[in-house]
């Protein structure tokens, strides 16, 4: 088609000049552009577990829970993170695995989660909430196979088929300096959303509404993970793209 990747290469910043967006790039030089679609991504908090980063893929995983759902069928499953995202993934693992187990630094999750969720979790027998915990290490051969866990000061393994981990993920959004409107978090915002933000008026000029992925400055588009409002999984973020 007529694609021409610059690679290694990395965007400084982008600027707008009359109907372009101005890209310029590390090293000095400059691209002019009519449209530019940002798919930085986000960067994901990593777990400071032993041993971790043995096992990415291989019963180790970073947020979403859906894709490996069958292969947790009556096994014990664990769990790291209070908010919203690890207790719906709870509750959907808890429908194939044996126990779910809810790992959390605090004693329960009532200051980082919607109550209707911890409801839910209260009422699910195979989920189990293990406050003041944390995973110190991982272990396995080609696959995780336990971790160890520390409580109280006390140390104990157990068999665990999977981990997912939901800690955070930060948008890779810091390079842009030019005023595109972000969410609270970071990322960028888009489409009808925008609408919700007194300043988004005084920067958008145009009759027409925002396309669905198009940011507050017409042209520029964003699509994947650094999207706001995203779905976080792979196959969303190439239909976005």
């Known amino acids: 088609f007529g694609v021409e990747f610059l690679s290694p290469q990395e965007v400084k910043s982008i600027t707008l000049k009359d109907n372009y967006k101005l890209i310029e790039l590390v090293d000095g030089s400059e691209i002019n552009s009519k449209s530019v679609i940002i798919t930085t991504g986000v960067d994901y908090k990593k777990h400071p577990a032993q041993a971790i980063d043995n096992f990415p893929g291989a ?21 790291v993170g209070g908010g919203n995202s690890a207790g719906q993934a709870a509750m959907y693992l808890s429908k194939f695995a044996k126990t779910v187990y809810i790992v959390i630094r ?3 999750l009532s200051a980082s989660m919607s109550q209707y ?7 699910t027998p195979n989920i189990q909430v293990l406050g003041d915990t944390e995973i110190t290490k991982v272990a ?20 665990a088929a999977a981990l997912f981990i939901f800690i955070g993920a930060k948008p890779i959004t810091e390079w842009l300096e030019m005023s595109l409107i972000k969410d609270p978090r970071g990322f960028i915002e888009t489409g009808n959303a925008l609408a919700r933000y007194p300043n988004f008026k005084k920067v958008w000029k145009l009759d027409r509404e925002p396309f669905l992925l198009e940011t507050c400055v017409p042209g520029i588009f ?10 976080n999984r792979v196959a969303s973020a190439v239909g976005e793209g």
């Open 59 to 79: 019963g180790v995983y970073y947020g979403a829970a859906t894709t490996e759902a069958q292969a947790c069928k009556d096994e014990e499953v664990y769990i």
């Open 106 to 108: 605090k004693p329960d």
């Open 117 to 123: 969720l911890i409801d839910q979790i209260d009422q």
């Open 140 to 159: 396995g051969n080609e696959r995780l196979e336990k971790l160890t866990l520390k409580s109280n000061d006390e140390y104990r393994d157990a068999v």
């Open 222 to 231: 964003a699509a994947g993970d650094v999207r706001a409002g995203a779905m």
